[in-house]
């Protein structure tokens, strides 16, 4: 189920989106003319950016696991469970050989952010427990 208020996903028209526990609302939008293409995500007066090409990667690791995967939702310099989203996203195995994120010191999170951007995209289905969520790839 999608947790969108409004937007386009894009500068000036962002996603309204909620964490996965539905506890906080952010913005998302996406900026392919920034350097890298990127993800921004507004919380509050915070911002983070991730690589953009973080959702298709994810969506297709996700593919391929082929089952739920826990998210790990953890800040950057903070251990994160093996077998999680999170821990991938970190990860040298993955596509980019490490973070994502593209803002040092705000780096981490990117389970709590992306994967309701995944949702709203249709990529992935999210659950919206009060802990321990989980993801899976559609």
């Known amino acids: 189920m999608n947790r969108v208020t409004y937007g386009l996903g894009i500068i000036g028209d962002p996603w309204i989106l ?11 939008w996406r900026d392919e003319a920034a350097e890298p293409p990127a993800v921004f995500v507004q919380v509050g007066k915070t911002r983070l950016s991730y ?16 089952d739920w995967m826990p998210l790990g939702n953890a ?5 994160t469970k093996e077998g999680t989203l999170e821990h991938w996203a970190r ?20 389970a709590n ?8 995209l249709g990529l992935a289905e999210l659950e919206h427990n009060p802990r321990k969520n989980r993801i899976r790839g559609l």
């Open 18 to 28: 909620k964490t996965p526990p539905l506890g906080s609302e952010f913005e998302a």
């Open 91 to 110: 990860s040298q195995e993955n596509p980019v050989g490490g973070y994502y994120g593209l803002r040092k010191g705000y780096r981490g999170r990117f």
């Open 113 to 120: 952010y992306i994967s309701p951007v995944l949702e709203v």
């Open 51 to 66: 690589q953009l090409r973080a959702i298709e990667d994810a969506h297709a690791m996700l593919l391929a696991h082929g």
């Open 75 to 79: 800040d950057e310099g903070k251990p």
